[in-house]
């Protein structure tokens, strides 16, 4: 135990990949967090679209990793099920944070914003794209819940693939997408001597205040 506690206090490395100035950055937000995605993307990191979400329940903040699945003028899409841990906290407050990380780049990306449902069309749509066995795996999951063994689970999967043998595999209500509305972005690019870079956009009615932070 005391040469772990050892190690994690002497772990450093220093960031010099790349720099942030305001001349950088674009007058949205959107096109600059579309970039950093492309670069995470073509730098083929993994997850590159994962990002760590939280939310609040009676004052207890609570994070998990979840997958972007859209990115637009509208807002940021993802997916899951609505009676998960999540999916409860966001029916009592619609407040959220996210946190892309990308420690490859030495950059991230914090937001926060409003989530709204997407519609019954666009949850159907997204649902039909994915695997076949996602699809499957969405009905068998009573996500969040206590499961007593894997084996129950097991045996759910293959009710619901002798159920659905030969058809299209319907969405569950109990899953779909959520959209966040982003009211304020910071792109952080770490420097060296931890005199990283921080530009943050700040939503002023239908503009973006953009200013620098110390680091």
């Known amino acids: 135990m005391s040469d772990i506690r050892k190690k994690v206090k002497s772990l450093r490395r220093d960031f010099e990949l ?27 990191l993994k997850d590159p679209n994962a990002f760590v979400l939280s939310t609040v329940k009676n004052g207890q903040p609570d994070s998990r990793v979840v997958l972007l699945r859209d990115a637009h003028e509208e807002g940021l899409q993802f997916f899951t099920n609505y009676s ?17 990380f990308w420690a490859e780049l030495d950059r991230q990306i914090r937001i926060h914003g409003k989530v709204d449902q997407l519609s ?5 749509e997204y649902f039909h794209s994915r695997p076949r066995s ?7 999951s009573n996500q969040s819940h206590e499961l007593k063994s894997r084996k129950l689970l ?11 043998e030969d058809q299209e595999v319907p ?4 899953w ?5 509305k982003p009211s304020y972005y910071e792109f952080w690019q770490g420097r060296s001597s931890r005199l ?8 002023d009615g239908a503009n973006w205040k953009i200013k620098r932070l110390f680091p």
Request: charged residues 35%.
């Open 196 to 203: 990283h870079d921080r530009i943050i956009y700040e939503q």
């Open 134 to 140: 996602s699809q499957i795996g969405a009905w068998a």
């Open 154 to 164: 097991e045996t759910r999967i293959k009710e619901l693939e002798e159920r659905f």
């Open 171 to 174: 969405r569950p209500e109990f």
């Open 120 to 124: 019954a069309e666009q949850s159907d």
């Open 18 to 44: 790349d720099s942030l100035s305001k001349s950088d950055v674009t007058e949205e937000p959107l096109d600059l967090l579309h970039q950093w995605l492309e670069l995470a993307i073509e730098s083929e």
């Open 176 to 180: 779909g997408g959520y959209l966040i």
């Open 84 to 100: 998960s841990k999540k999916g409860e906290d966001l029916v009592r407050n619609n407040r959220v944070s996210l946190n892309f």
